[in-house]
């Protein structure tokens, strides 16, 4: 089995800080995709941003210029930190991988999330 946990949510004023970090541990033989995602009371879960293992970077339009993405493929971790948080930023944030646990095996897999929140 898979499993990725994420660390380094919690509470910060507007205009903070975070950094968040998803470490996947198990039968792992390497890593694909792996992305951050969001979700608010009341909303549906969105993309917030995604990383190849080659470390080619996607990100939402409302994030792009405050959050960067990043990878350690040897430690199989991915990290996001947040620059300038916004109120609208608080969420449940996931971690998402897809991962091979054989050459030719993929599947998806999601952390159990990590709350953030912006508040003064």
């Known amino acids: 089995q898979v499993q990725l946990v994420e660390s380094g949510g919690g509470l910060v004023q507007p205009g903070g800080s975070l950094r968040l970090s998803c470490a996947a541990s198990g039968r792992i033989f390497s890593i694909d995709a792996m992305g951050w995602y969001r979700q608010a009371p009341g909303k549906l879960r969105e993309l917030v941003a995604t990383?190849?293992?080659?470390?080619?970077?996607n990100y939402a339009d409302f994030v792009k210029g405050r959050f960067t993405i990043s990878r350690d493929n040897a430690k199989n971790t991915v990290y996001l930190q947040m620059n300038s948080l916004k109120p609208e930023d608080t969420a449940v944030y996931y971690c998402n991988a897809d991962v091979r646990r054989t050459f030719v095996t993929v599947n998806n897999y999601w952390g159990q999330g990590t709350q953030v929140t912006v508040s003064s």
């Open positions: 990383i190849t293992s080659g470390g080619s970077t």
